[in-house]
Antibody
Framework: QVQLIQSGAEVRKPGASVEVSCKTS????????MHWLRQAPGHGPEWMGW????????HLVKQFQGRVTMTRDTSISTAYMQLSSLTSDDTAVYYC???????????WGQGTLVSVSA | DIQMTQSPSSLSASVGDRVTITCRAS??????LAWFQQKPGKAPRSLIY???TLLSGVPSKFSGSGSGTDFTLTISSLQPEDFATYFC?????????FGAGTKVEIK
C-alpha cells in the first residue's frame, strides 16, 4: 500500500532552518508530484508548492520563494522540504502529499510538527 | 488568490442524520474542487476531487456536487467515525487554497 513516512518533530530557534523528509513506498516515486502543505494550530491547511520527482522541477507559493527549497532523492524515493529563516509564524505541522498530478492531492503523510521558539 | 468560504463553521448532528456542508469560491472554479476529512491530531484524508468523484476507498455515503462557485459535501447517514472537520480546496489556479473548515460534532 502507498505510504508516506515523514521525519520526526523538530524544535528550532528563530532564524534557524529545518528540513523535513518524506520517505515513500508502494508506488512509483517519479510518477507523482509531491505537494507540501502546512497547517498552523487551529487553522486549515496552507499549500506551499510542489516538486516533480521525475525532473526536480518545483513550483512554490510566492510567499515561500527564497525561503523554501524542495528536493528529492529518487534512489531512495524520498522528498525533502527545507525552510529557512524561521519565525514563530512557521510553527505548524508540515505535510508531504502524493499528487495525482500537479493539482490534485491524493494521500497525505502523517505530518511533522515544527516548533519555532526562542 | 481564490478565497474559499465554508458554512457553517461548525454543526451538531446525531448519528443517522443527513449532513450538508457548503463551500463557496470567490470566483468560478468550474468543478476543480476537492474535499478532505480531518480528525483531531491526524493528517487530513482526501475524499473527493472534481467536485463529485470519490477517491478509492471512500464510502458512498459521501457525495459532492456543484460547479462554478457553489459546492456541497453531503454525508447521507452520519456515523460515529464521521465526526471530524471537513475542508474544501480549489485547484482551478495557483495557489491552491482551502476553506477554513466545518467541524461536525456529536449532538
Amino acid at each position: 500500500q502507498v505510504q508516506l513516512i515523514q521525519s520526526g518533530a523538530e524544535v528550532r530557534k528563530p532564524g534557524a532552518s529545518v528540513e523535513v523528509s518524506c520517505k515513500t513506498s508502494g508506488y512509483t516515486f517519479t510518477d507523482h508530484y509531491m505537494h507540501w502543505l502546512r497547517q498552523a494550530p487551529g487553522h486549515g491547511p496552507e499549500w506551499m508548492g510542489w516538486i516533480n520527482p521525475r525532473n526536480g522541477d518545483t513550483h512554490l507559493v510566492k510567499q515561500f520563494q527564497g525561503r523554501v527549497t524542495m528536493t528529492r532523492d529518487t534512489s531512495i524515493s524520498t522528498a525533502y522540504m527545507q525552510l529557512s529563516s524561521l519565525t514563530s509564524d512557521d510553527t505548524a505541522v508540515y505535510y508531504c502529499t502524493r499528487g495525482m498530478d500537479n493539482w490534485i492531492i491524493l494521500q497525505w503523510g502523517q505530518g511533522t510538527l515544527v516548533s519555532v521558539s526562542a | 488568490d481564490i478565497q474559499m468560504t465554508q458554512s457553517p463553521s461548525s454543526l451538531s448532528a446525531s448519528v443517522g442524520d443527513r449532513v450538508t456542508i457548503t463551500c463557496r469560491a470567490s470566483q468560478g472554479i468550474n468543478n476543480y474542487l476537492a474535499w478532505f476529512q480531518q480528525k483531531p491530531g491526524k493528517a487530513p484524508r482526501s475524499l473527493i476531487y472534481g467536485a463529485s468523484t470519490l477517491l478509492s476507498g471512500v464510502p458512498s455515503k459521501f457525495s459532492g456536487s456543484g460547479s462554478g462557485t457553489d459546492f456541497t459535501l453531503t454525508i447521507s447517514s452520519l456515523q460515529p467515525e464521521d465526526f471530524a472537520t471537513y475542508f474544501c480546496q480549489q485547484y482551478k489556479s495557483y495557489p491552491l487554497t482551502f476553506g477554513a473548515g466545518t467541524k461536525v460534532e456529536i449532538k
